[in-house]
């Protein structure tokens, strides 16, 4: 299962990762429309647990043949129980949006950090 793996120790809090994620999918640079918190060089990323998927009453979250766990924004019904349940804090709500937002392991963060903080990962 693919997922990012991330070593902050080498993190020195530049913040090319959070940036190129809120540009990928939301087309524009905010910090805080990132799937990847960067806060005194701590990185918050989903680690594809699933833990999320068992509190969702109306199993929009699912993983998918890659392992990797997605919303589904058409039946998310944004009671955002899974952002409060998220045990690595990495469900990310922004008040622009009515569903919650996560990590899905695409890796253009882990192209750009200059320190390979963050890295794509196989997890058995």
């Known amino acids: ?5 991330k070593n902050e120790s080498l993190c020195i809090g530049c913040g090319e990762c959070e940036d190129v994620c809120s540009k990928t999918y939301f087309k524009e640079i905010n910090k805080e429309k990132s799937s990847i918190q960067v806060n005194d060089k701590k990185i918050t990323v989903c680690s594809q647990c699933g833990e999320c998927m068992d509190v969702c009453s109306v199993a929009a979250i699912s993983r998918d043949k890659n392992g990797v766990v997605r919303i589904n924004k058409k039946i998310c019904v944004g009671c955002f129980m899974c952002v409060g349940f998220c045990p690595e804090l990495a469900m990310i709500m922004h008040g622009d949006l009515l569903e919650p937002f996560k990590c899905i392991a695409c890796g253009q963060c882990a192209k750009i950090c200059p320190t ?8 058995a």
């Open 1 to 5: 299962m693919k997922h990012l793996a």
């Open 116 to 123: 390979h903080a963050i890295v794509i990962s196989e997890k």
